[in-house]
């Protein structure tokens, strides 16, 4: 019986940008300084937490369209594409690569994912001006919030073992109660 318990690594493609805008429908992949950093799919933890985020800011947060795994077009001429964004307007059903800026966007850390999350998005993502970053990584069980302080990301609030419970509020358009186990599970 063969058992895979390692996650998929990221893969790194130098390609052009007409190239990357050429791949397949349904390609996971962003696009940085020429190259293509390819993402295998979420594993099922990382799905479910990304499904119970939605909802809980479609329930909370109705004044925003939520929207999971779409490109954004970032300073410098850089695709990314969070776990989940939140943006002030509606966008298109046909839209692939989002135009206009997130108010927050989320990532759903795992084994292959941590570094380009932590380290390479986020200050693209506050270079942006996007106003939230929200942190979740389901192996520390923490759900962290950051936001936008024009030169750093601040920590709003942390959801954790010790604390599990946290209201996050995101700008004018509401608070969102954030509750470890519901997100995470048990």
Same mark, same amino acid.
């Given at each position: &019986? ?10 790194? =493609? #130098? ?13 996971? *992949? ?7 950093? &390819?993402? #295998? ?24 369209? =939520? ?11 850089? =695709?990314?594409? #969070? ?7 509606? &966008? ?6 989002? #135009? ?21 998005? *986020? ?12 942190? =979740? ?24 073992? *010790? ?24």
């Amino acid at each position: &019986m063969v058992t895979e318990t390692a996650e998929p690594s990221l893969r790194y =493609v #130098p390609m052009s940008w007409e190239d990357y805008l050429a791949l397949p429908e349904g390609t996971r *992949a962003e696009w940085v300084d020429g190259v293509a950093v &390819m993402s #295998p799919p979420p594993v099922a933890g990382r799905w479910r937490a990304q499904v119970r985020l939605t909802a809980l800011f479609e329930a909370h947060l109705p004044g925003l369209d =939520v929207i999971g795994e779409v490109a954004i077009r970032l300073p410098r001429n850089r =695709v990314r594409v #969070p776990d989940l964004s939140a943006y002030s307007e509606t &966008m298109s059903e046909d839209d692939w690569l989002m #135009p206009a800026t997130p108010v927050l966007v989320v990532e759903v850390l795992s084994p292959s994912t941590r570094r380009e999350d932590l380290l390479r998005k *986020a200050p693209e993502y506050l270079e942006a001006g996007i106003s939230q970053y929200w942190v =979740v990584d389901r192996q520390a069980r923490t759900i962290e919030v950051l936001t936008n302080a024009g030169d750093r990301w601040e920590t709003v609030a942390v959801a954790d073992d *010790a604390h599990p419970a946290a209201e996050v509020g995101v700008g004018e358009w509401g608070s969102v109660p954030v509750e470890l186990s519901a997100l995470l599970g048990s």
